[in-house]
């Protein structure tokens, strides 16, 4: 089925030491996101690439940083994680940047010690 | 004041009731999506609707965008256990939108068998 998958499921990191997650799509879709969900909260839109163009919203930390070498994979860089970065993050994508449905991958559990 | 508000915040019905989820915007919606999420899990797909009075069902859960577009409903018909997670409302507010879903905070529902 074509899904979109993010690997790994959980993650855990030491306080200050980078991490990336990862995020691949078989839709073939134009756009991938990356959300923040922090415990109880709503997902929290960080950044997201319509192809190659990167879109970084306004009050994303300078300490999270994003790459999309292809169509079908994008990552997220924590260049030095501290305790409040431990979250879910979720990928999404769609098919266009307008009013379109985005579909989400199972999400990445991140752990900072 | 959130863009975005849920009611109720959560939930607990008996196997076999009906419940509705309310989703309330301060601004025009130009899309608005209902999501479902397991604990610790991604964001399932469930419904998305764009016109003013459109209704949507799948299976026994209906969604309804009210007339002036700033609220939505979810019904869910003789609840079963499946039924039981967090309902997220994600909402498009503006038509020149890049795509950016503002969420509700969600609404967590129990089922009691």
């Known amino acids: 089925d074509a899904m979109v998958i993010q690997n790994p499921r959980y993650q855990v990191t030491q306080f200050g030491k980078p991490v990336t997650l990862s995020c691949s799509q078989t839709?073939?879709?134009?756009?991938m996101y990356w959300y923040q969900q922090k415990s109880s909260q709503a997902p929290k839109l960080l950044f997201h690439y319509y192809d190659k163009d990167f879109n970084n919203e306004a009050d994303t930390p300078d300490n999270f940083q994003s790459r999309r070498p292809n169509t079908s994979f994008c990552f997220l860089d924590i260049r030095s994680p501290g305790l409040g970065d431990a979250a879910m993050y979720l990928c999404?994508?769609?098919?266009?940047?307008?009013?379109?449905?985005?579909?989400f991958g199972p999400g990445t559990r991140l752990l900072v010690l | 004041s959130q863009e975005l508000e849920q009611s109720p915040q959560s939930l607990i019905v008996q196997e076999g009731k009906n419940l509705t989820i309310n989703c309330t915007s301060s601004?025009?919606?130009?899309?608005l999506y209902w999501y479902k999420q397991k604990y610790g899990e991604g964001l399932i797909f469930l419904m998305m609707?764009?016109?003013?009075?459109e209704e949507k069902s799948h299976e026994k859960i209906t969604a309804k965008l009210d007339e002036k577009k700033q609220q939505s409903s979810l019904h869910i018909t003789a609840s079963q256990p499946s039924h039981a997670g967090i309902y997220l409302c994600?909402?498009?507010?503006?038509?020149?939108?890049?795509?950016?879903?503002?969420f509700g905070q969600g609404t967590t529902l129990q089922v009691k068998p």
């Open positions: 999404a994508t769609s098919r266009g940047q307008m009013v379109e449905t985005q579909y």
């Open positions: 994600g909402a498009v507010h503006g038509s020149g939108n890049t795509g950016k879903l503002i």
């Open positions: 601004k025009t919606l130009y899309g």
């Open positions: 839709l073939n879709h134009n756009v």
């Open positions: 609707l764009q016109k003013g009075g």
